[in-house]
């Protein structure tokens, strides 16, 4: 009964082991099953944080790509202009271009003018409807007539310079066209405040916002009447060593691009060389 009873108690220690033995298994089966699982949350925690950041450096990289592109652009078109200006034109031969200060019978031709018929100075202004400095003389030259009123007539001659603005020669029969039916100034108010759009048929929808015979404005256009009045204007220029936009005669005085205050003491000169 004894060795029995051993036996029986031995039985029960090697059963007893055996079961803790497997709680503890399942124990740190658990345990490790938890800690994996947790791993893997903080895994897909940090590769979504990263791919959040990663986006965010993208979006940031590419504001700064399109700012800085933005300002080529502006730097280059500014170029553009100065060299159209002449401030950097060169003959082929490598010599500096020499633009006389006063040219002598500046034409009014047939153009468009405003002011006095008779008035002791005369501004011409060689203009390019696609240039972004002539378009900032429309307020200049407005204010320049409302100063001078009774001594200035300004009269307007087409100067586009195709090789870099595509659509200003045809923006220029569209203002002549326009002329005809006595709304010149009208569109040309509108085609220097829509300078990005001057396309054909941004042109035609202009005619009719002025309310104009929209098949005689189409009719003239498309006929391409004002052709040759433009290259005429354009010939003339460059007689008068026009060589960019806006050039400015005032008696004869050649100013390229000027300020306010440079276009007013040019009148004022013109006004006590007439006295």
């Keep these: ?46 590769s979504n944080k990263r791919d959040s950041l990663l986006l965010m450096l993208m979006v940031i990289l590419l504001c700064i790509q399109v700012a800085l592109s933005f300002g080529l652009v502006l730097k280059l078109n500014g170029i553009s202009q100065m060299i159209s200006y002449g401030f950097a034109e060169r003959r082929d031969t490598g010599q500096a271009l020499q633009v006389p200060e006063y040219v002598e019978d500046v034409s009014v031709d047939d153009d468009p003018a405003l002011g006095v018929e008779d008035a002791p100075v005369v501004i011409i202004e060689f203009s390019d409807y696609e240039c972004p400095f002539c378009a900032q003389t429309v307020s200049l030259v407005r204010t320049i007539l409302s100063d001078n009123a009774g001594k200035v007539k300004y009269v307007l001659r087409d100067f586009p310079l195709q090789t870099i603005h595509p659509h200003a020669f045809k923006a220029a029969e569209a203002a002549n066209c326009a002329g005809e039916q006595g709304k010149f100034w009208e569109m040309h108010d509108l085609l220097f405040e829509k300078q990005a ?71 004022d000169l013109a006004l006590e060389e007439v006295r």
Aim: aromatic share 10%.
């Design 1 to 46: 009964m004894v060795m029995r009873d051993g036996v029986t108690q031995k039985k029960k220690g090697d059963i007893a082991e055996r079961i803790e033995n497997i709680t503890l298994t399942h124990y740190d089966l658990g345990k490790r099953r938890f800690f994996q699982v947790s791993g893997q949350a903080d895994f897909h925690m940090s």
């Design 197 to 267: 759009q001057l396309d054909t048929t941004s042109l035609k929808g202009y005619a009719a916002r002025l309310q104009i015979d929209i098949n005689q404005f189409e009719d003239c256009l498309d006929s391409g009447e004002y052709v040759d009045e433009i290259r005429h204007d354009i010939e003339e220029g460059k007689k008068y060593y026009v060589n960019g936009t806006p050039t400015f005669f005032v008696n004869g005085h050649r100013l390229a691009g000027p300020s306010l205050e440079q276009l007013q003491q040019a009148i």
